[in-house]
């Protein structure tokens, strides 16, 4: 009888965990590897498209997510100036439209969600507070060393799967398997965006901010997006500002705290609502904003790389845990106990490279036309003002219709 085929997998976030089940539910035994002590609640809250909640619907969590998650009515789009709304997209026939729901969720929320599914496959293992700090490909296996404090142990396994986020450890080792591999884009020394996020008490702002909607505010220079989580009980702010920032990259950098009034101020000439609506947040987080240009390459002999690891992107359109979620589903949908690894590695990134690609450059591309100012800005809200919602909604077919994946 054929041995169960072994995958690695460094990182245990949203696209970690969920390759997990996707190679588990595939025939693979799985063990994977987080650096944190403890997968605690952290993040901003998640717009999840239909693309992406079709997969978490097959992998059985849509019910637990119930209460937790928010299917917004509609997307509000407001001009920063006045506060007035410039369009307004319906979103209830999501479903009917693209397959599946949008959703609006926090990320600890999915995160917790996914640990417990991940907690109830007998052949997912995961170890915390636990870096690969090594790794050697050969033709029948792959060796890890991991690191817990100053004790070490290796592991084999047949693959391994680099879900370490922007700053992979995967990525950067990655090019010494392959003779000609191309070196990675490097991690920039500047960030082109910062983006502040809070929660706030529902109870502490009018009805305005609690309808079931995402709400984007287009202002020079930044813009703002709102809506209620958690059964309505709290409302998410994430602000993204045009702001050209050096960044450490050995530092804590997802959880810096910002100062209330530095994020005031740059919202001064807003329309009061919005000016509301910052002035009652407790406390702000902030952090840099970082993409890369489309990788190259994704694999190198047993080794492949997944999620930010492989596509860092910028939010605008709401993508990066998708994105994840679309290459873990993937990445099943190909390895099989019965097929080679190698060639299938790079099957899965010859399938995915392309969509994550236009993804990560229209996401940039989207910025820009955010953060308008001046004439430019005006002839950007009179062709939303114009715009036929059914016509605007029909942009995004290609990105939030659902699909089968490559068997």
């Known amino acids: 009888m054929s041995k169960t085929p072994h995958a ?3 990182g245990a976030g949203i696209g970690g965990l969920s390759a997990a089940l996707t190679l588990q539910r595939a025939g693979f035994r799985v063990s994977l590897f987080e650096r944190a002590k403890i997968l605690e609640e952290v993040g901003a809250g998640l717009q999840i498209s239909p693309n992406a909640s079709a997969i978490l619907r097959d992998f059985d969590l849509l019910h637990r997510l119930a209460g937790l998650a928010l299917e917004p009515e509609a997307l509000r789009i407001k001009r920063a100036r006045d506060g007035a709304t410039v369009q307004l997209l319906p979103l209830d026939n999501a479903k009917q439209r693209w ?3 949008c959703l609006l969720i926090h990320r600890g929320d999915l995160h917790q969600a996914l640990l417990e599914r991940v907690a109830q496959q007998e052949a997912i293992t995961l170890a915390l507070d636990t870096d690969i700090a090594g790794f050697a490909s050969g033709h029948e296996d792959i060796e890890i060393v991991a690191r817990r404090g100053l004790l070490r142990a290796s592991y084999r396994g047949d693959c391994l799967i680099g879900a370490d986020g922007l700053r ?17 884009a490097r991690l920039p020394a500047k960030a082109r965006y910062t983006a502040w996020r809070t929660l706030i008490a529902a109870e502490d702002l009018s009805p305005a901010f609690r309808k079931p ?3 984007l505010w287009l202002g020079p220079g930044a813009h703002l997006v709102h809506y209620p989580l958690r059964g309505g009980s709290v409302v998410n702010v994430v602000a993204v500002l045009d702001d050209t920032v050096a960044i450490d990259w050995s530092a804590d950098l997802w959880s810096a705290k910002g100062d209330q009034q530095e994020i005031a101020s740059r919202f001064a000439s807003w329309h009061r609502e919005a000016r509301t609506l910052i002035g009652a947040a ?6 840099p904003l970082v993409d890369l240009d489309p990788l190259p390459q994704w694999t190198a002999g047993r080794v492949a790389l997944l999620g930010d690891a492989a596509h860092p992107m910028l939010p605008f359109l709401a993508q990066g845990a998708a994105q994840a979620i679309e290459d873990a589903a993937m990445l099943g949908a190909i390895l099989a106990p019965e097929k080679p690894i190698e060639p299938s590695l790079a099957a899965y990134a010859a399938a995915r490279r392309p969509r994550a690609n236009r993804v990560q450059l229209s996401s940039r591309r989207q910025g820009r036309i955010y953060h308008l100012g001046g004439p430019l800005a005006y002839f950007r809200d009179l062709a939303l003002q114009k715009e036929n919602p059914r016509r605007f909604l029909a942009r995004y077919d290609w990105l939030y219709r659902t699909r089968p994946v490559v068997k």
């Open 8 to 10: 690695l997998i460094a």
């Open 99 to 101: 397959g599946a729901p």
């Open 168 to 184: 992979s450890f995967v990525r950067e080792r990655m090019v010494t398997f392959l003779p000609g591999t191309p070196q990675p």
């Open 213 to 215: 909607e995402s709400v």
């Open 282 to 287: 407790p406390e702000w987080r902030k952090w």
